[in-house]
């Protein structure tokens, strides 16, 4: 089946720095990719969906300067959290969907942590 | 505003019998419904769908029922195995519209 891997798988930082998550389609070329944010007991919310090449389009309520987002190739979406603040400890997942197929394929998610 | 909601965290059944897992939507424009099975430090894998078309789908031990009058679906795992042990979300999409919306998921855990 088709495989998406992200890393780092956890991360720690100080409020302030900026933290960069790779989601990446591993057996497959990926057209879209989804970055969603899980907070405790609530469900995944889609944050911005990208697509390779053009920028990315963001869901209502999701700051764009802050949650820069590239999908520089088929196989890689990056998504960086700038100047993180603790509010912005979260579970962050990316999916990726197939070319002419829109099912999507998860990561395993990066869990973030800012003190 | 949440508009998939699966008001049961948690879930437990004993191995062989069957697990209901049950979904509510709000949205009327949504036309497709999945089921995600999610294990610890893994990403949700697709289980099981439905259109709005059908009130019912099958594959082997999982079903899913959907009623759009009361917009309500629900997961039949019947027989429930030690496997089955995960969190599973429910997701919803409209109209050809890639993006999902997805309830919190419930925690089942099925005992020996």
């Known amino acids: 089946g088709a495989v998406v891997s992200q890393h780092p798988s956890r991360v720690i930082c100080k409020s302030g720095t900026s933290v960069k998550i790779e989601c990446r389609s591993l057996d497959f070329q990926a057209t879209t990719m989804f970055w969603y944010r899980q907070f405790p007991k609530q469900s995944l919310m889609l944050m911005a969906t990208?697509?390779?090449?053009?920028?990315?389009?963001?869901e209502q309520g999701v700051e764009k300067d802050k949650f820069l987002i590239n999908h520089a190739s088929l196989t890689l979406s990056t998504l960086t959290v700038t100047s993180a603040h603790p509010e912005d400890s979260s579970f962050y997942i990316c999916?990726?969907?197939?070319?002419?197929?829109?099912?999507?394929?998860f990561g395993p998610g990066t869990r973030l942590t800012v003190l | 505003d949440q508009q998939v909601k699966q008001n049961s965290p948690s879930l437990s059944v004993q191995e062989g019998r069957i697990s209901i897992l049950n979904c509510d939507y709000t949205?009327?424009?949504?036309?497709?419904f999945l089921w995600y099975k999610k294990y610890p430090a893994e990403g949700p894998t697709f289980l099981i769908s439905?259109?709005?078309?059908?009130d019912k789908n099958e594959d082997g031990r999982f079903t899913v029922f959907l009623n759009k009058s009361a917009k309500h679906l629900s997961l039949h795992i019947v027989p429930s195995q030690p496997g089955d042990s995960a969190v599973y979300f429910c997701a919803a999409s409209r109209g050809g519209d890639y993006k999902l919306s997805f309830g919190a998921g419930t925690t089942v855990t099925v005992r020996a």
């Open positions: 439905i259109s709005s078309i059908k």
């Open positions: 999916s990726a969907s197939l070319i002419l197929d829109n099912e999507q394929f």
């Open positions: 949205n009327s424009m949504f036309d497709y």
């Open positions: 990208s697509n390779e090449g053009s920028k990315a389009t963001y």
